[in-house]
């Protein structure tokens, strides 16, 4: 009788030890999935950063260069329509 209760107990044990060790293996998953999902959303973030500072920097460029600095305004500018040609026959 005290071997059946010694090896029941045994099992017992064994088997709350398996299931604390599923459960923490199970919360690391659940982390991981959530710090993956969080690494992809500041990735995302991070492009749509990288892009408009792209433009910033390129606008910038374009009002620092020496040649756009020197150009004047056009008094009268006459535009051609879309229906002209610019070459003639």
């Given at each position: 009788?005290?071997?059946?209760?010694?090896?029941?107990?045994?099992?017992?044990?064994?088997?709350?030890?398996?299931?604390?060790?599923?459960?923490?293996?199970?919360?690391?998953?659940?982390?991981?999935?959530?710090l993956e999902r969080e690494r992809?959303?500041?990735?995302?973030?991070?492009?749509?950063?990288?892009?408009?500072?792209?433009?910033?920097?390129?606008?910038?460029?374009?009002?620092?260069?020496p040649q756009v600095g020197v150009?004047?305004?056009?008094?009268?500018?006459?535009?051609?329509?879309?229906?002209?040609?610019?070459?003639?026959?």
């Amino acid at each position: 009788m005290l071997l059946m209760v010694a090896i029941g107990s045994l099992i017992l044990l064994l088997a709350l030890l398996i299931l604390f060790h599923q459960n923490a293996n199970a919360t690391k998953g659940y982390m991981l999935r959530t710090l993956e999902r969080e690494r992809s959303q500041l990735l995302l973030e991070q492009e749509v950063l990288n892009m408009q500072l792209a433009e910033a920097q390129a606008l910038e460029g374009l009002q620092l260069d020496p040649q756009v600095g020197v150009m004047i305004a056009v008094k009268k500018p006459q535009y051609t329509s879309d229906e002209a040609t610019v070459a003639q026959n």
